[in-house]
Each structure stands twice: as C-alpha cells, then as structure tokens.
C-alpha cells in the first residue's frame, strides 16, 4: 500500500447535508466540512446538482470515520425520501438539544 493511500486511509471523514433555496436536501461526504460547503457556495468545484441552487445552507455534519463507512451512510441516506431524510434530520437535532 502507497503511502497516500495509508494517509487517506487515516483520515477522518464527515457526513453532511446541505439544503437549497428550494429546500431540496443534498448529501455527501469529506474529511473538511468547511471547505466542501465553500467549494459548494462558491460552485467552482461544488457538485453540478447544488449550481445556481443558493443559497445554500449547512443543515447537519458528523464525524463518520472511515471513508468507507462515510460511503455506506451516505448511500443508505441518499435512498430515504425526502420526508425521511428531513425526520432523520430532525431526530439528530433532537438528539444535539438533549446532550
């Protein structure tokens, strides 16, 4: 295994959820929040579905892990429904308030 490899291994990887102007709710995964959500504010190398979407809002981030474990969450939340997905939303602020 190269060392880039090992150190990308070793990294700690995020989930977030950015909502748009319209209210359509985008996922994804990084091991820097801050500067993925400037990438997407910024839209230079944001992801194509967020352009011309602002403006944006940062509505949930967590540390993950793994990158792979990052994948796996991101997945299993990209198949929820909206609905779900805003519930499952809600249930981490519930969780944050109660702490």
């Known amino acids: 295994m190269a060392d880039d490899e090992r150190a990308a291994q070793a ?3 995020y989930l977030y959820l950015i909502e748009t102007a319209a209210g359509a709710l985008y996922t994804g995964v990084t091991t820097d929040v801050t500067r993925r959500f400037r990438e997407h504010c910024d839209g230079k190398r944001g992801a194509r579905a967020l352009r011309g979407k602002g403006p944006l809002a ?5 540390y993950v892990g793994s990158h792979g474990e990052a994948l796996r969450r991101e997945a299993a939340l990209k198949k929820l429904s909206p609905a779900a997905k805003r519930a499952w939303l809600a249930a981490r602020r519930d969780e944050a308030s109660s702490s």
């Open 11 to 13: 990294q700690s990887w």
């Open 58 to 62: 940062l509505r949930h981030s967590e």
